[in-house]
């Protein structure tokens, strides 16, 4: 996997913040942003994820009538 130099900018408390979670964690500053930009990505809106969370809507919709077809 190729890597990439990537600048970002916080908020000095969200910085602080997350520099003290990952100096307690032993975790890297990369596999932070990695792992919040993964979890970001999995309910993202744009346009990547439309076709996601149109499925998601429709399994949503469908749990939805089950569930009122089983308590009638």
Known sequence: ???VKVTIYLPDD??????KHIVDT???LSAFVQ?????KMKHDA???GKKK?????KS???DEIIRDLANS
């Open 35 to 39: 792992s919040a930009a993964e979890q």
């Open 60 to 62: 949503d919709e469908l």
């Open 53 to 57: 969370l149109a499925a998601q809507k």
């Open 46 to 48: 744009s346009r990547a």
């Open 14 to 19: 969200q910085a602080k913040t997350i520099k």
């Open 1 to 3: 996997m190729k890597k």
């Open 26 to 28: 032993g975790e890297t």
